[in-house]
């Protein structure tokens, strides 16, 4: 490898061996932030038998919330291997980790030659109510924002709702409502799981 010019700025090595030139790009923005994490007080479960909230097994069957669909972080997935492992990438460039997305895709097909993305998006859902445990000790505010990341099989029914939501005249990139939470039990020949539903939307 040839030394670098005088005042130069040296390359990148990948491997220690081989120069890697990463190209100007404009200066970062605030969106450019924003994008890719959530501001989360607990994260919201779904299973066949209700909704949970983080690591507590208190189980809900409906939640009111609010959703300012301008927060929502839409992204791809990925998921290959058995255990499951899970990738997600904002941009098509770097996943959520910072890995090259090429390289996540390259890794996930030879596991998998069938490996592919599926549309996802992470949802922040602010609670209208104190939602306790069995103890009856307060597991969420009002005001509190669960996360939740949308399944695979859980996309058909998010899809449904923004649909359904835009039909009534909601704009779905920056309008609020509420609504109530609640789930729907799934299930195939390789196991049961539960996916989130949408009813009783309403403009804020």
């Not at 479960?45 to 939640?63: C, H, N, P, Q, Y």
């Not at 290959?80 to 460039?93: E, I, Q, R, S």
């Not at 996943?95 to 030879?110: K, N, P, S, Y």
Request: glycine residues 8%; contains cysteine; aromatic residues 10%.
């Amino acid at each position: 490898m040839t030394s670098p010019e005088p005042g130069s700025i040296p390359p990148v090595l990948s491997n220690g061996k081989d120069p890697i030139f990463a190209p100007p790009a404009s200066p970062l923005t605030v969106d450019d932030m924003l994008v890719g994490g959530l501001a989360i007080d607990a994260w919201l479960k779904v299973s066949r038998f209700g909704m949970t909230i983080g690591e507590d097994t208190t189980i809900f069957a409906a939640l009111p919330v609010e959703l300012h669909f301008a927060e929502i972080q839409y992204c791809f997935g990925l998921r290959f291997g058995n255990p499951a492992f899970y990738a997600k990438t904002f941009d098509h460039v770097t996943d959520a980790r910072g890995l090259a997305w090429r390289d996540v895709l390259r890794q996930a097909r030879q596991v998998d030659p069938e490996a592919s993305e599926f549309p996802t998006a992470d949802v922040p859902f602010v609670s209208c109510g104190t939602l306790r445990d069995r103890k009856g000790d307060v597991l969420v505010q009002p005001g509190d924002v669960l996360g939740h990341s949308i399944s695979i099989t859980g996309w058909k029914f998010f899809q449904r709702f923004l649909r359904s939501a835009q039909r009534t005249g909601i704009d779905i990139h920056s309008s609020a409502v509420q609504m109530d939470l609640g789930f729907e039990p799934q299930s195939n020949q390789k196991g049961d799981w539960g996916v989130l539903t949408y009813s009783n939307v309403r403009s804020l």
